[in-house]
């Protein structure tokens, strides 16, 4: 049991991490711990506070992508339900905290964005999915395990895709030979925060937790070796482009 809770506390602070800014004000030892592991992996979501950065200072949004926002909200909200439904405590927690904070996130890009038109209607699509999702499962299937077991399979598809998303990306890399555009502290933030959750389902015996991040170990293991091949060859390269006369 108690590994079970250490891994629990693994997967809030990694997960949570991820998804917020990392700001944190305690001096207490025990926060300082916290503050540490957080700052860790907090860097896997640069990419979304450096999108936010840009929206306030451009006050625009044109050039950022809207759809990982709506996606990840998404998946927050079925590991949420599902959460709810195992009553599962640590599930329910990093997940209504992610959904928050994408929710937030959604929006900062409706207020920036000037395809508003375009926004709201994947805004109003994703809102019809999630209500005909729960329609569907608290409805249509019976409680039992047969509900719980749908839903498992729903979000570990839905994971499984998202952790698969960036392998064009890598392969992209490995034809070129440039590791630029790879972060080694989102790989690293990917490796932990992937790990926690599938020793986490591995001791619940929960396969629906377990598998659908084991693919995040094996892209995280595919950036490390990326790095570890491409590195030294990019470290010559200048960080500035040549104007051509």
């Not at 709810?84 to 928050?100: F, Q, Y």
Request: net charge positive; with cysteine.
């Amino acid at each position: 049991m108690e590994f079970l809770q250490f891994l629990s506390w693994a997967c809030i602070v990694f997960t949570v991490g991820m998804f917020s800014t990392g700001l944190f004000a305690s001096r207490s030892f025990k926060s300082v711990c916290v503050c540490v592991c957080v700052r860790v992996c907090v860097r896997a979501r640069a990419r979304v506070r450096t999108d936010l950065k840009k929206m306030r200072a451009s006050k625009s949004a044109d050039n950022i992508q809207f759809l990982p926002f709506l996606t990840t909200c998404l998946n927050n909200m079925g590991w949420l339900y599902y959460g709810i439904l195992k009553t599962d405590g640590t599930l329910v927690l990093v997940n209504t905290i992610g959904a928050c904070l994408q929710s937030l996130y959604i929006l900062c890009y409706c207020h920036y964005t000037n395809d508003k038109r375009r926004v709201t209607s994947q805004t109003l699509l994703a809102g019809g999915v999630v209500c005909g999702g729960w329609l569907y499962f608290s409805v249509v299937l019976p409680q039992g395990e047969s509900q719980l077991a749908q839903l498992g399979l729903t979000c570990s598809l839905f994971t499984i895709s998202m952790y698969l998303s960036p392998l064009a990306d890598l392969m992209a890399i490995v034809r070129t030979g440039s590791v630029e555009r790879l972060s080694f502290s989102l790989a690293v933030a990917t490796f932990l925060t992937s790990t926690s959750w599938t020793l986490y389902g591995l001791q619940l015996q929960d396969y629906y937790i377990m598998v659908p991040n084991t693919p995040g170990i094996v892209t995280s293991l595919i950036r490390f070796f990326l790095f570890w091949r491409f590195a030294s060859v990019n470290q010559g390269v200048p960080s500035y482009k040549l104007i051509e006369i």
